[in-house]
């Protein structure tokens, strides 16, 4: 309310100025023909105006702004990426019996396309990830969450993230993860029942990190090739990758 009054205070005194210097102007002249040829002439460009700033200028100001804040946005995906996730995804897919069918999608793939990135991200999204949680290793999941939440809750904070609900919700569904993992006292010897729901964690975690790491992906191709080329030799769905450059 307090804004509004402060609106309609300003408005109401810039329209009396300019009043004021109508008046002054045929104190002056004396000559009310000339001042409302140009005030309708002024009046009739404002809608020229409101065209130009409201939908030209300001929707390539947003384009601009959205850019940038994509670009953040990215930047902070690739930290995520560096710090924990992709030996994260690694982790995750020893859970996964049908681990092979990705390592045929996402392994080798240095010469991707847009369109080939499109395919391959269509094609592991209509995925259904069946994980073995029984597989063993579950503590050592669980430490390395346990190890690794804080910084992930960090990332969590940064306001830009309101912008991208897809890496939020991946955020979500792995800190979600270290909670189940952690609230239990032992992961040895759990029921059929409470397993099949740690595995229901695992493949929602697992599916919403491959989706958000091809994204990645694409965007390091596009705009960091020297990055890209690094992210490829440390795939972390390709068991014998290594940072060292062979050939």
Request: charged share 25%.
């Amino acid at each position: 309310m307090k804004n509004l009054n402060w609106r309609m205070i300003i408005g109401v005194l810039l329209i009396a100025l300019s009043a004021v210097v109508y008046s002054i102007h045929f104190l002056i002249f004396r000559d009310p023909h000339h001042i409302f040829i140009y005030l309708v002439g002024d009046i009739g460009f404002v809608f020229i105006e409101v065209l130009l700033v409201t939908l030209i200028i300001d929707q390539l100001l947003h384009q601009r702004e959205k850019r940038s804040l994509l670009h953040k946005l990215n930047m902070i995906i690739g930290v995520f990426f560096s710090e924990g996730g992709s030996e994260l995804l690694r982790m995750l897919s020893d859970y996964d019996p049908q681990v092979e069918r990705i390592r045929m999608d996402l392994v080798g793939k240095d010469q991707w396309s847009q369109q080939g990135f499109s395919e391959t991200s269509q094609r592991t999204r209509g995925y259904q990830f069946k994980m073995e949680s029984q597989k063993g290793g579950l503590e050592g999941l669980r430490d390395f969450l346990r190890e690794k939440k804080d910084f992930f809750l960090r990332i969590l904070e940064n306001p830009n993230l309101l912008e991208h609900e897809k890496f939020t919700d991946t955020l979500w569904a792995v800190l979600h993860l270290a909670e189940e993992l952690t609230c239990r006292k032992s992961l040895q010897n759990l029921p059929p029942t409470d397993y099949a729901h740690l595995a229901g964690d695992l493949g929602r975690a697992y599916k919403s990190l491959i989706s958000e790491w091809l994204n990645y992906m694409l965007h390091l191709k596009n705009h960091y090739p020297y990055l890209f080329s690094l992210a490829i030799r440390t795939n972390p769905f390709d068991p014998q990758a290594k940072p060292e450059v062979t050939e």
